[in-house]
Each structure stands twice: as structure tokens, then as C-alpha cells.
């Protein structure tokens, strides 16, 4: 079973520029997380798809910041325009939904952003 | 205000030994904790969880324990064997929603 593939694995744009992350979540799995780890500090929430649906997008940083799950499937997370501090690695989990409360979520490889 | 705290950005063990790994938490509501290990340029790897109800869940080599009473968590590596040497991610959530991550233990086991 193919695990959970993000595109591409490394960016670098310059500020001001528009720049789009991809994310292909494990097949059936209707959780889709986004986290950022910037700087090698902690890995942070962004938000949350349960298929389509934002769930949660309480960690989203502002505005310049678009996710979306056309279909609920594949995920893209838009930052336009970039800033500086937007760079860092940017993580994409998947998780089933099960009966219970809990479903371990699973990580991709990351997106490495460096804005410039 | 960071609700999950891994005091050891490092730590060091002999091949062979128990590896110790900790993690302290504020939030009483979370109800379920995991660990995960990060290679670098990978992203995180589940390794075990265990939930609020349980004090103690066992894997292989790994063992996580929780005192619910302390708000603390830890992870026990036996034995630690030189490929366990990675960044170890202490997690909690909320009904298995979004995790909240700690700041990661850099773990070096020497052969």
C-alpha cells in the first residue's frame, strides 16, 4: 500500500512569489492534515480535511495561506505571496475514520520551502 | 504556550542499553499520546501510542508508559541499537484530532 506522497520535495522561490504544495493522502483515508515545522522547532497544525470539508484551520497562519481537497482526495496548500518566514517543511498526514476516537495519523516525506 | 514539552533536546546511549525518552504535557484534556521517529529529509514514522485509559502499552523493543497523574509520558527503547538514532517526536491529541507536537529528542545510540 502506497504511503502518503507530497510534490515536490524541495521549492525555493523568491518573496512575493506564488508557490503551490501537493499532497496525495493514503487511499480511503478521509483525514487530511497539514503541519509546518519551521527552523527545526516543533511540528505545528495548520489544518484539517475530513474528505472535502475543512475540519479544522485553526492553525493556519493568515490569509496568504489557501488549502484546498477538490473531491476528497489529493490535497494543495497555496502561500500567496510568500514571505520569509513562511519557509520550512511542510508535512501532510492521513488518518482513517474509525468508529472510535482516534486514528493514527501518517506522515509524508515533507515539502522543504525556502523562500528567498 | 506550548502544551507538550520535551525537556532533552539530546541524548546519548551505548548500544545494547535502554534508551529513556520523556515528555511532559499541560493540556488535561488530551486522551491520546504518540511517539514518532524522524529521520532527516523524511518525514515522521508511527511508532506506538497509547491512550489516556492505559498506563503502560508495549511493542517490540518499545515501550511507552503514561502517568496521567504526573502529565508525563515516556518511551523505552530495549535495546537500543545503533538504527534507533533519530529525532523521536512526543505527540497529543484531542479525540485523535489534530496532534500537538513536542520539540523532539535527538537520539544517538553508539555501537
Known amino acids: 500500500e502506497a504511503g502518503v506522497t507530497q510534490f515536490p520535495s524541495h521549492s525555493v522561490i523568491e518573496k512575493g512569489q506564488t508557490v503551490t504544495l501537493r499532497c496525495d493522502p493514503i487511499s480511503g483515508h478521509d483525514n487530511l492534515y497539514w503541519y509546518r515545522r519551521v527552523m527545526g522547532k516543533e511540528i505545528k497544525f495548520l489544518l484539517h480535511f475530513v474528505k472535502e470539508s475543512k475540519q479544522d484551520e485553526s492553525g493556519m497562519p493568515n490569509n496568504r495561506f489557501l488549502a484546498e481537497r477538490t473531491g476528497g482526495t489529493y490535497s494543495t496548500l497555496k502561500v500567496q505571496p510568500a514571505e520569509l518566514e513562511d519557509s520550512g517543511v511542510y508535512f501532510c498526514a492521513s488518518s482513517q475514520v474509525l468508529a472510535g476516537p482516534v486514528g493514527t495519523q501518517y506522515f509524508g516525506p515533507g515539502t522543504r520551502l525556502t523562500v528567498l | 504556550d506550548q502544551q507538550v514539552k520535551q525537556n532533552s533536546p539530546s541524548l546519548s546511549v551505548q548500544e545494547g542499553r535502554i534508551s529513556i525518552l520523556n515528555c511532559d504535557y499541560t493540556?488535561?484534556?488530551?486522551?491520546?499520546f504518540l511517539w514518532y521517529k524522524k529521520y532527516p529529509a523524511e518525514g515522521p514514522t508511527f511508532l506506538i501510542s497509547i491512550s489516556s485509559i492505559k498506563d503502560k502499552n508495549e511493542d517490540g523493543r518499545f515501550t511507552v508508559f503514561l502517568n496521567k497523574s504526573a502529565k508525563h509520558l515516556s518511551l523505552h527503547i530495549v535495546p537500543s541499537q545503533p538504527g534507533d538514532s533519530a529525532v523521536y517526536f512526543c505527540a497529543a491529541s484531542v479525540h485523535g484530532n489534530k496532534l500537538v507536537f513536542g520539540a523532539g529528542t535527538i537520539l544517538r545510540v553508539k555501537s
Open positions: 493540556n488535561s484534556m488530551f486522551d491520546y
